[in-house]
């Protein structure tokens, strides 16, 4: 298979004019306003699935009398929608400048969850400021994989030439993706390593990688990962549950089992907004992980479907922005960008439906979760600005 690209960015080999980060030009194209526009109904949408799916487990838990998780996701969306608005409007050349302060910064903090973070289900993912009289718990993998998206297409278009080599190109990469991967892994994090590793690949393939060299890795890549499943039991038993949930004794096969009963019931058009059953406590993090069950619970296939397509609509325009970009960073930056929302879209989805194993990662611009949605709509704001640069 040959990655051959009309824009000069995406050219596989660098030989385009542009290959180098060049500076933008004063007089900027208008915004992408179709993709303006998805992301704004996607969010709209997430807010009433947000309010639906969790006002009766506020309510029980006594969390402001049902709407706290609608009042927490307004905040952070109206935060969000500010930062994606200006974003879009700052030059994204800019933020090459500082690819390595973000790098350093996100690797410390990450070792920051490590030893000082906050345990949750098991796991350490989350950085409570609370302590230092600040009212904030920031997850920063959310935010390491657009650092690394950032740090590798800097990287790639810079270095064009090197992409062909293995020692000199793909290794630098290899070692950044490595350093993630291990402390993802002390922080019992798995499912966002696996994103971390596809975003990876996904960058290497668009930056010019041989396809010999990505088909070798992945080899590689393989055997580490099963290693990795075998060397944690709570990891097999997510896999033992995913084969077969139905029979599974894991303590997160009914939760998946709840998952896959709300997507039953709700048949092709759905029992309609607000009537759904799983959410009244018989589905754990239905206004979270799992909120895509809600949503085939009360608006059925066709209200999956429908949203299913407006990430797709996303990812075409996004894909659109990276071909059409005048410079190779921002042909990079926006392929990344948009590479990140998909996938964790399709993994989200595939988990709720079972046909990946558990994870803990939600569905972009929907679930409940302030730092996800501020990240992802700052992210949002990145690719808008990089469609004012096309031609």
């Known amino acids: 298979m040959e990655h051959v690209s009309n824009s000069p960015a995406l050219n596989s080999r660098g030989k385009a004019q542009n290959a180098r980060v060049r500076p933008m030009q004063k007089r900027q194209g208008p915004l992408d306003f179709a993709l303006l526009i998805t992301v704004v109904i ?6 009433v699935m947000v309010f639906s799916a969790s006002y009766y487990y506020a309510q029980s838990r006594n969390m ?88 590798m297409a800097s990287f790639m278009s810079k270095r064009p030439q090197l992409m062909a080599s293995f020692s000199h190109g793909i290794v630098p990469m290899l070692i950044i993706m490595g350093v993630f991967g291990i402390l993802l892994l002390a922080q019992k994090n798995m499912s966002m390593m696996v994103i971390m590793v596809m975003t990876g690949a996904v960058m290497l393939f668009f930056g010019g990688a041989r396809m010999a060299h990505l088909v070798t890795l992945a080899g590689i890549a393989a055997p580490v990962m099963v290693i990795a499943v075998l060397s944690e039991e709570y990891r097999k038993a997510r896999m033992t549950m995913f084969w077969d949930p139905w029979t599974s004794k894991a303590d997160g096969a009914y939760q998946l089992r709840q998952s896959l009963i709300a997507l039953g019931s709700g048949g092709i058009f759905g029992k309609g907004l607000n009537f759904s059953r799983q959410k009244l406590l018989f589905l754990p993090y ?68 079972s046909s990946a194993p558990t994870t803990g990662q939600t569905l972009p611009f929907i679930s409940a979760g302030g730092t996800s949605l501020v990240i992802f709509l700052s992210a949002a704001g990145i690719l808008l600005n990089v469609s004012r640069n096309t031609q």
């Open 64 to 151: 402001d009398n049902g709407f706290y998780y609608l009042k927490n996701q307004s905040m952070y969306f109206a935060i969000g929608f500010a930062l994606m608005l200006a974003l879009s409007f700052f030059d994204y050349h800019t933020l090459d400048k500082f690819k390595t302060l973000a790098l350093i910064l996100i690797i410390a903090l990450m070792v920051a969850v490590v030893f000082w973070g906050v345990e949750r289900n098991g796991a350490k993912r989350w950085l409570d400021f609370s302590k230092i009289g600040i009212p904030l718990s920031f997850q920063p993998s959310e935010l390491a994989k657009f650092v690394l998206v950032l740090y």
């Open 42 to 47: 996607i969010c709209a949408f997430g807010l």
């Open 286 to 353: 239905g206004e979270s992980d799992f909120i895509f069950a809600i949503i085939g619970e009360e608006l059925g296939l066709i209200g999956c479907v429908l949203l299913m397509g407006a990430y797709a609509f996303l990812v075409y325009r996004g894909i659109r922005i990276a071909m059409r970009c005048k410079d190779r960073f921002g042909s990079l930056l926006a392929a990344g960008i948009t590479s990140v929302i998909g996938m964790q879209a399709i993994v989200n989805i595939a988990v709720a439906t």
